[in-house]
Structure formats: C-alpha cells, structure tokens
C-alpha cells in the first residue's frame, strides 16, 4: 500500500521535551563518542497488521531524545490511531520493552520489534534481520481461534511438515459481504506466504485481524519452529499492465449512493465503471441497520379517507400501522410552533438544549421551512380534530392510525438537525432544497428498489434509534429467481441481509439485466486517489489496485464522487470537531464505521477546488457495542437507557442521536475504556430492529445466551449479580423502582410526570393486560418473572454530517458557489443536508436518491 498523506497523519513525531515528565530533553550537539549511543538518527522496520512500520529514534551520547513511528498501512483507526502513544512510549521507557496496547496488538508488536532494531544500531551492534530459515510444523490440523467482528472465527488449518497446506472456516458471525469476502483472499495470501504476515483487506479490519490472528494459534499448536517468522512471512503482488479505460461516466465508491448512481446512469444508456477500494461492493451502506424512512401513504392516516382501516399497494390490502403512545403530544407542540423568523436570541435567556422541542417552537423557524410548517399544521389539525373526539371516549392513542406525512418528515429533519455548536456561536440547519428533495424523491425509492428485485416488509412502518417518528422501510432481502421469497445471502440469526436488499439487485442490474449491461464494470480493490482535471473541467481518475496495477479511467460525462465520510478517521474527526465537548473524542473514540471511511473522496473534491460545509459536525450512534464500536442496532421505542450509577433513566430514549449520546457522557461510566457506557432494559419479548447478530426471541438458542460486555437476558431479581459482575454501583433494588415506576406512568397517561419525560414508546418494559380500547390495566402488571434483555452500549462516531458543496443537480460547488465542470458527489460526501445531526433512517433515503440524482444530472448535462 502506499503512503497517502490525505488520510492522516501518519509519520508521528515525538520529543523528549514535549515529555517534560520524563526528565529527558532534546539536544542537538554531539556528546562524546564513549556514551551509550553514538549521536544520530536510526530507523528500524518491522511488519505491522497492514504492511511495514518504521520506527526512527534520534539519540546523543546517552539517551533517545526523539521517536518518529510511521505506518501508512495500519488501519487508522486501530493501530494508526496509536502510532504516537507508541512512540512516547518508546521515548519515556527509552526501550523498545513497553507494553501493547489492547485492541493493537499487532500494531504494538511491530513497533516494539522496530524500534528495538533502530536501538540496535544506535549502540552499534551489528545485529540485521536474521534471515528467517525454513519453518516446519508438527503435520496435521488445528484449529486456530481468534476474536473477530461479530464473535470467535475458528478456522481448520492443515500443515505438512514444512508448510501451510489448507485453511478451511470452522465457525464464524462475521457479516455477510463485509468480512466474508476477506477469508478467500487471505487464505490464498497465507499458503502463499507460509505463514500470517500478510496484509489485511480494505475494509474488513476485524475479519482480517482474526484471520491473521487464529492462523498464528494454529500455527502454534503444530509446534512452529519459529513462530516469529511464521508470524513476518508474507507474499508480494506484482503489478499487473496498467489499466486504461474509458466509460461516459465514473462512479468512484460501490456503497448505496455510488450503486444508486451506477444503475440509474446504466438506465439512462450511459455506460458506467464503479470503483470501490473494498472487495465487495456495500461500501458502508451494507455496514448500516438498512432501513430508510418514507412515509408509506397506504399503511397511515389519510385525510381524505379518514376512517380507512386498510390501504392498498400494488394490488394488495394492508392493516393501517398504528400510532405509538406520545406522538400526540409532538404533533400538539409543532401545532403551537412560532411560525415568526428564527431568533436565535431567545436562547439567550433559555439555555438550548437540543432535542428541547417545547423551547425550540418558541424561538420561530427559518424562514424557507415556513411554508412547510405552515402546510403542516393545516394536516396535524386534521388529524387531530378527527382523533379527539375518539380519545375523549377513551380509546387509546396506540389504537389510532399513524400520522406521517412528507411534510412531517421534512420538518422533523430540519429540526432534528438545528444544532448549536460547541461554543454556541454559531447555528447549523439542513438546506430546505436539499433535504425536500431527498424525502420528496424517497417516496418512489421502494418501488424503484422493487422492480429490481428487492423486498421490503410492505405491512409496517417501525422506527429505529434517532428516527423521530414511525417511518422506516423494513428490507426482507431480495428475490432474483422470482419465487416470490428471499433469495439465500448468508444471513444471521436475524434472518436479514442489507446486501441482498441493496446490492444484490443493483449489481445485477448494472450488470446483467440493463440494456447496455456489457459495457458496464465493477472494479474492486481499487484505491483512486486523484481526479483528473483538464481546462478546468473533471475528466477522470487515476488509482491504484491492491497489487500495484496503475489505473486510468476517463469519464465522457462526468465523474461521481460516492466515497462516504470519514468517521473512521478518527484524528480528523477529532481536528475538525465543533460540536462535541472538548474531550468526549479521543483517539481511543470506537467508530461503528468500515475502517475504509477516511474522508479520501473529500480530499480529492478539495484538491480540484470544492467547497466543504459543516465539516466540525459528526454523530454519535449512542447504541454501540462497549468492546468494539460495532452498530448494536434496537430503537429507544420500547427500551429504558439507565444509568450504571443511579440505575435511573436520563433522557427521552426516542429522541435524536446526538442528545441520545450527550446523555451517555453525562450519566454513563467508563467500562473497559468505553466513555459513556450505559445499561440498556427491554422486555425480550422484543424483537430487535435491524440485522441484529444475535437472532430474535424466536431463536432462543442465540438470542438468550450471554455474550460478555454485549447482551444479557436476566429477570430483575437477578439483576444483582450481573451489576457487580460489571462493577456498577447502581442496585437491582433502584433498576427495579426506574422500571416500575416507568411501566406505571405509561400506564397511566402521566409520562409527563416522571423525572424525564417519554414519547413515542411501544412496549412496556414489564407486562400487563390490555382492555378492549387498548388501554393497560395497572391492576394487572408484574415485573417479577419478565425475561429482560440486559445490554452494554456507549457512543461511537457513525455519520460525519460534513462534506463538499453541492446544489441539487449534486454538481460539486467551488468556493464562489461556481459548477466544477464535469464534478458530481452524492451521499455522506456531501454537506449541508442533515445540518447537525442526521436522522435514523435518512441516510439511506438521502444516498440513493442524490446518487440517482447526479446521474439523472449527468444526462440532461450531456445533452
């Protein structure tokens, strides 16, 4: 791989001085010849997890005053992100001898044997590399077990006794089209090599981690001669005839907005290359829960139809979804919504706090989202006037038909996104162009999706963690054999796959079933790192593929930037932050994103002269796994986030992500380095939204098991142990009255009462009857006996809301607001959209409608 100095950072400079606690300090003048070092600078390399690491020491006569580490391969968010902890490290032990840092070992390992070989030279020892003899092994099979994305990946490995002769997956939950697509590349690399020094493939870090790490257990359980080198043994690719093509339009990133591209320009006639760096298309998309929200008018409310119990869609009859518990309460407040210009001023007498939707009406609304408001109203009081009288005789809100509409979810968006930064001197809100657009072009996105084979559950509207309302699109999978069920895709205990929803049939259009599908390509594990700009205009790109081949595709059309954002750079994230408190992002900050996403398409953008806009914004996903940053999927709907040390609830749990995330800073702990960690408790009658690893409660096996630092499945009384099992101060006694006294107030009608508010929630945490109106009835509720489902979550960066200018045809803008001829971007590369912070469900919503979009541009531009 090659160095890329648009990522990060990647040579880190240490000094002794800026170790002041270490005593030492840097000098420049030569000491005597007689010290411990002869004065000068030594670098060492050894063979990290994605290629070589050097490390560099300068010394006078007695001490290492500097340490430079260097590792353009390491993932920058595992290793790379400790490159310099390394280094000072090195620096205060004045030794190669420092401890690893968990999470990077291998990392830790090859700095250690780096610097160890730059300190050799220092003192003069003429020690080089021993070269490494023939290894032989104790012949027969193994299995070699390591920690990967989703669990333990065993893997069977044959030995002769001299080599590796056969790697074969014994068990493994890695996800499907993300980590699975590594095992085939990276066993041919480890029979090649003879052993795991190989370099890991883009965009499946965790896969390629445990695959590296189980062959070396292997390894030594067949009694390796020398684990050391069995462990440095690698295999060089040789670059390949340098590849030179032409297509009318470049797509660079295969994820939901570079596949949306792809299939609409292939639609439109034109022909179309996608370039993904990864080893499957999916980008992050396949990473995400996959869901999108849209308002499906068939399955809510309808104004003109008021008493309708059913809707139609495509010739079938479907029940109306109904309302949550609370939502009433949100539609009353946005009625009540000042519709005067935006002042901010108002906040400075009432402190801003966001998700404060009651203070927020008051301050007004800007005033291109005034007509939205406006039409809103006007379908909030329908709804409300025909619902009133209902709830007067006593029916319950959850047995009314949902209100969602377009403009509903316009609004929301925008003020889910009205955001403050950090030192409240500036407020961010979505473009009204921008975000209409994406939810207008929503509305025909399922069946576009459809016709191509995708399935979506066409009977339910749910909602998933930051969404605001019930407006998600639940995907099934895909249907390209026609027999009406989803095709097979290697789907987890879930029984879902996002892949075959999303990909499955986008890559078969693209490449089969379109008109011109044979002047179509997919080319994989390519790393564009250049645009080619000729007389001002964007004409192509030039990369690299994994071996080294050279590569140049030019674009007669246009050229479309789908490259995603960057929250798995962590550095940059923290650089440009202006939202979050100083401190809350650090380097040890986990992200739930493929490690591929490092803002590359950005760089490239700017180097051609793009504008960038809310680039300090990134959001947390609040519901991610403590031990890894992985998305942990569910919704706040029917779950209670609970302090480790009061064992209360803190916050709304169906509000937005941010405030969701702000409230694990302030009410969680740190547990096992994960700032922020809190206690999620849902009934585990409750099925869990999105792919989730674990199953569902019809799959006890896996959904009941204890899986250490995810999930748990405990009754109250039981409670007790698992919290001193966790080091938690908050009691069994405090959970059970949080529960309690929760369950009672939703009960009740008097969710306005408790210590923090509840809106749109589905599902008690205990159980109790309901009576023929759909009303609870206190008398009959219990707790003690209720399986719950006991889960570990903090924050971890998920969606960078930043990213290069665009207008709604997705031309990428200069700084004078001009078209870059030729220049096109579409997805979380983009800007201006979400504001501050993005709501659950509009990231795939957004990405294929502006991908279809800028293709749709690169037509009428063309003509």
């Not at 009204?432 to 979506?456: P, R």
């Not at 081949?549 to 059309?557: C, G």
Request: hydrophobic share 35%; glycine share 12%.
């Amino acid at each position: 791989m090659r160095k890329r100095s648009i990522v990060l950072p990647l040579a880190i400079g240490v000094t002794a001085a800026s170790l002041a606690a270490c005593g030492g300090n840097a000098k420049t003048e030569t000491t005597a010849a007689t010290g411990l070092y002869t004065p000068g600078s030594y670098t060492g390399t050894a063979q990290g997890f994605g290629g070589a690491v050097s490390v560099e020491i300068t010394t006078d006569a007695e001490k290492i005053t500097a340490v430079k580490v260097s590792g353009d391969a390491e993932t920058p968010s595992v290793g790379g992100a400790h490159l310099a902890e390394l280094g000072e490290a090195v620096l205060k032990a004045q030794s190669a001898e420092i401890d690893a840092i968990s999470g990077a070992t291998v990392t830790s390992d090859a700095v250690r044997e780096a610097a160890a070989a730059a300190i050799a030279q220092a003192k003069g020892e003429s020690a080089p590399a021993k070269e490494a003899g023939p290894l032989s092994f104790t012949a027969g099979s193994y299995t070699g077990t390591a920690q990967g994305y989703n669990g333990p990946v065993s893997l069977k490995v044959s030995f002769s006794d001299s080599a590796v002769t056969g790697i074969e997956i014994e068990s493994e939950r890695e996800t499907n089209h993300i980590g699975t697509p590594a095992y085939e590349i990276l066993f041919a690399d480890a029979i090649a090599a003879n052993g795991s020094g190989i370099d890991g493939v883009s965009g499946a870090t965790f896969t390629s981690r445990a695959v590296k790490e189980a062959l070396n257990d292997a390894a030594a359980q067949a009694k390796v001669s020398d684990l050391e080198s069995f462990r440095k043994n690698t295999v060089k690719h040789e670059a390949q005839t340098p590849i030179e093509e032409s297509y009318d339009v470049v797509v660079v990133g295969a994820g939901g907005a570079g596949m949306g591209a792809a299939v609409q320009a292939a639609q439109n006639g034109d022909s179309v290359v996608v370039v993904e760096k990864n080893a499957e298309i999916g980008g992050n998309t396949v990473a995400s829960g996959g869901q999108f929200q849209s308002a499906q008018k068939y399955l809510v409310w309808d104004a003109e139809n008021p008493d309708a119990v059913s809707g139609e869609y495509k010739g079938v009859s479907y029940d109306k979804v109904k309302s949550a518990a609370g939502n009433i309460t949100v539609l009353k407040t946005i009625l009540d919504w000042n519709e005067a210009a935006f002042d901010a001023s108002y906040f400075d007498k009432v402190e801003f706090v966001a998700g404060d939707i009651t203070h927020l009406s008051k301050a007004g609304v800007h005033t291109e989202y005034r007509p939205t408001l406006q039409a809103l109203k006007k379908e909030i009081k329908a709804y409300l006037d025909w619902a009133q009288p209902k709830l007067d005789a006593g029916e319950a809100e959850t047995e009314l038909p949902l209100f969602s509409t377009v403009n509903l979810h316009i609004f929301q968006t925008y003020y889910g996104g009205l955001r403050q930064n950090a030192e409240k001197t500036e407020w961010i809100y979505g473009n009204y162009d921008l975000v209409s657009q994406f939810v207008e072009g929503g509305q025909e996105l399922k069946g576009w999706l459809e016709d191509q084979g995708a399935l979506f559950d066409e009977s339910i509207q749910p909602t998933i963690v930051g969404a605001l309302w019930q407006r998600e699109n639940d995907f099934l999978g895909s249907d390209l054999d026609g027999d009406g069920k989803p095709d097979a895709d290697g789907a987890n205990a879930s029984g879902k796959t996002v892949w075959s929803t999303y990909f499955a049939p986008t890559k078969n259009t693209l490449l089969k079933t379109a008109a011109n599908a044979a002047d179509n390509r997919i080319m994989l594990r390519t790393d564009v790192d250049s645009l080619i700009v000729e007389d001002g205009r964007v004409v192509g790109v030039k990369g690299t593929q994994y071996d080294g081949t050279e590569v140049t595709l030019r674009a007669n059309k246009g050229v479309i930037l789908a490259t995603g954002g960057y929250a798995a750079n962590i550095e940059r994230v923290m650089n440009t932050n202006d939202y979050w408190a100083k401190g809350s992002i650090t380097s040890g900050t986990k992200t739930t994103n493929r490690s591929s996403l490092q803002g590359d398409g950005i760089d490239m953008a700017e180097q051609a002269g793009a504008a960038t806009t809310g680039m300090g914004y990134t959001q947390l996903m609040p519901i991610s796994w403590v031990d890894n940053g992985n998305l942990a999927f569910g919704g706040g709907n029917y779950a209670i986030y609970v302090s480790p040390e009061t064992g209360e609830r803190y916050v709304n749990e169906t509000g937005e992500r941010d405030v969701l995330s702000l409230g694990e800073y302030r009410n969680g702990v740190e547990y096992k380095g994960a700032m922020g960690t809190v206690l999620e408790i849902a009934n585990s009658e409750q099925q869990i939204p999105g792919p989730y690893p674990y199953g569902t409660p019809k799959t006890p096996e896996t959904w009941e098991m204890d899986v250490p630092d995810r999930q748990y499945t405990r009754t109250v009384d039981e409670l007790s142990g698992l919290l001193k099992e966790f080091g938690f101060s908050a009691t069994q006694e405090q959970i059970r009255k949080t529960i309690e006294d929760y369950d009672r107030a939703l009960m009740t009608g008097t969710e306005d009462k408790l210590n923090v508010t509840k809106t749109g929630w589905t599902r008690l945490i205990g159980q109790a009857e309901k009576d023929d109106k759909g009303n609870y009835l206190p008398e009959t509720y219990t707790l003690d006996g209720v399986k719950l489902k006991i889960r570990l979550l903090a924050p971890s960066t998920h969606h960078t809301m930043g990213g290069v200018v665009i207008d709604t045809d997705r031309h990428v803008l200069d700084a004078s607001g001009k078209v870059i001829p030729g220049l096109y971007a579409a997805g979380e590369v983009t800007g201006g959209i979400h504001g501050g912070n993005r709501l659950g469900g509009n990231a795939i919503v957004e990405i294929f409608v502006s991908g279809r979009t800028a293709a749709q541009a690169i037509a009428k531009d063309s003509k």
